[in-house]
């Protein structure tokens, strides 16, 4: 009886659909393929989505459980250090910053300036072009110069210019 029923409804969607002119059906099938690719991607991103929730859900209990057990380890971990007056932890804890202080080294900043005498500057230390006169002169003046070519400064030893 119900599978007659079935087969009647097919049947006039069938007869209907022959019906129509050749366009109709072209975008009846059309339609009827975009509706069920939206509900397929649909039920996609439904199941995705209540995917997630579990997932987030679990882990939210997860991590409230965990927060729990930490909680009541320190709790007790509390009360027999209370009762007991041992600190492993600190002991520990002091040990590591004091190899952590240890090897801590203070390096002295680079200078920029390099400190040469003006009776010897013929070239540039840095990139080795030849010091002008104009430059010795600025360096016997005002006791430090820049390299024309690669802008490198380099003082007089006796001059007591800041270092940079």
């Known amino acids: 009886m119900i599978l007659q029923s079935y087969r009647y409804n097919w049947q006039w969607f069938v007869s209907w659909y022959l019906t129509l002119p050749l366009f109709g059906q072209i975008l009846v099938a059309i339609g009827i393929f975009t509706i069920i690719t939206l509900l397929l991607v649909g039920i996609y991103y439904l199941l995705k989505g209540i995917a997630y929730l579990i997932y987030y859900i679990c882990k939210g209990i997860y991590y409230i459980f965990k927060g729990i057990a930490i909680g009541i380890y320190k709790l007790f971990d509390g ?28 390096i002295p900043p680079i200078s920029k300036t390099q400190i040469v005498s003006s009776e010897i500057v013929k070239y540039c230390p840095e ?5 002008t006169e104009l430059m010795i002169d600025q360096l016997n003046r005002q006791g430090y110069v820049y390299c024309v070519f690669c802008g490198k400064k380099f003082a007089h030893e006796s001059s007591n210019v800041a270092q940079t």
Do not use: A, P, R
């Open 79 to 106: 009360i027999y250090q209370l009762i007991f007056g041992k600190k492993e932890t600190d002991d520990l804890e002091t040990g590591k910053t004091q190899v952590t202080e240890s090897k801590v080294e203070l």
């Open 127 to 131: 990139c080795g072009v030849e010091v």
